[in-house]
């Protein structure tokens, strides 16, 4: 996944280490690598990750309120809380 990196919810940027072939025949694999890997860590950990997930949501949207978040890429600790 290292040549992909999110940044719009809309789309992703491909930077530029790979063909457009490559590109095709990366994700899937190391996606299911990736899901396949967090899985059997959460097991062995016993963490919920349904749980975990919402948590995590609740956190961000604290630490990136949507009307001072929304399109732009700012670290949580630029904004001023109002």
């Given at each position: 996944?290292?040549?992909?990196?999110?940044?719009?919810?809309?789309?992703?940027?491909?930077k530029?280490?790979?063909?457009?072939?490559?590109?095709?025949?990366?994700?899937?694999?190391?996606?299911?690598?990736?899901?396949?890997?967090?899985?059997?860590?959460?097991?062995?950990?016993?963490?919920?990750?349904?749980?975990?997930?919402?948590?995590?949501?609740?956190?961000?949207?604290?630490?990136?309120?949507?009307?001072?978040?929304?399109?732009?890429?700012?670290?949580?600790?630029?904004?001023?809380?109002?």
């Amino acid at each position: 996944m290292a040549a992909l990196n999110w940044t719009t919810p809309e789309g992703l940027v491909v930077k530029p280490l790979y063909t457009a072939a490559d590109l095709a025949a990366l994700p899937r694999p190391e996606l299911a690598d990736t899901l396949l890997y967090l899985v059997r860590l959460a097991d062995r950990l016993n963490i919920d990750l349904a749980s975990a997930a919402s948590a995590k949501i609740e956190l961000n949207e604290k630490k990136y309120p949507v009307e001072m978040a929304r399109g732009n890429a700012r670290k949580y600790t630029e904004f001023v809380s109002k």
